[in-house]
T-cell receptor, first 114, second 112 residues
Framework: DAEITQSPRHKITETGRQVTLACHQT?????MFWYRQDLGHGLRLIHY???????NKGEVSDGYSVSRSNTEDLPLTLESAASSQTSVYFC?????????????FGPGTRLTVT | AQSVTQLGSHVSVSEGALVLLRCNYS??????LFWYVQYPNQGLQLLLK??????LVKGINGFEAEFKKSETSFHLTKPSAHMSDAAEYFC??????????FGGGTRLMVKP
């Protein structure tokens, strides 16, 4: 079965370190998204991609970057981790065609910045 | 622009009682609407979606939602709550194709 996976599931890092969160999907979807989930804020879009070599900033992109070198993967990099980036991060994908634009979500990565 | 408001960050019902979770949206174009459920320590799972076909949409686990254009609402209901329905529920709107905008979420608690 097709799926979307994230790794690691849990990560503790120190302020100032660079961190990369992995996202891999086997749906063969063109569109991929990164969100962060914080209490009181729901899900907020960080970055998204509509295809290989395409990346776009979302609502809360400061301090984050992504790159899309193939269809399956969209890694999220925190250039210099800050305590404000402690959150749960979700990756999602969609095929972007047809009638619904529904997104499929990964299980999430819980990141703690100390 | 598009936005979603979920009324009530926490809703508590007794087992067997009606579940009603409220969602109002704002969109400048006819929207697609979604309800997702999130169980503890898991990702979001699609419950149901409205894509301009029937206004009453049936989803998984006995949930349904009705699209009411005049009220800009897409409330989620279930006739009889089960303990396993305890989770967080998110309403989302897509009026620009690929982008989803999420509401703040409603945590449903089910009392025995």
């Amino acid at each position: 079965d097709a799926e979307i996976t994230q790794s690691p599931r849990h990560k503790i890092t120190e302020t100032g370190r660079q961190v990369t969160l992995a996202c891999h999907q086997t749906w063969n979807h063109n569109n991929m998204f990164w969100y962060r989930q914080d209490l009181g804020h729901g899900l907020r879009l960080i970055h998204y991609s509509y295809g290989v070599q395409d990346t776009n900033k979302g609502e809360v992109s400061d301090g984050y970057s992504v790159s899309r070198s193939n269809t399956e993967d969209l890694p999220l990099t925190l250039e210099s981790a800050a305590s404000s980036q402690t959150s749960v991060y979700f990756c999602a994908s969609s095929d972007g065609t047809g009638a619904s634009y529904e997104q499929y979500f990964g299980p999430g990565t819980r990141l703690t910045v100390t | 622009a598009q936005s979603v408001t979920q009324l009530g960050s926490h809703v508590s019902v007794s087992e067997g009682a009606l579940v009603l979770l409220r969602c109002n949206y704002s969109s400048s174009v006819p929207p697609y609407l979604f309800w997702y459920v999130q169980y503890p320590n898991q990702g979001l799972q699609l419950l149901l979606k409205y894509t301009s076909a029937a206004t009453l949409v049936k989803g998984i686990n006995g949930f349904e939602a009705e699209f009411k254009k005049s009220e800009t609402s897409f409330h989620l209901t279930k006739p009889s709550a089960h303990m396993s329905d305890a989770a967080e529920y998110f309403c989302a709107v897509s009026a620009l194709g690929n982008m989803l905008t999420f509401g703040g979420g409603t945590r449903l608690m089910v009392k025995p």
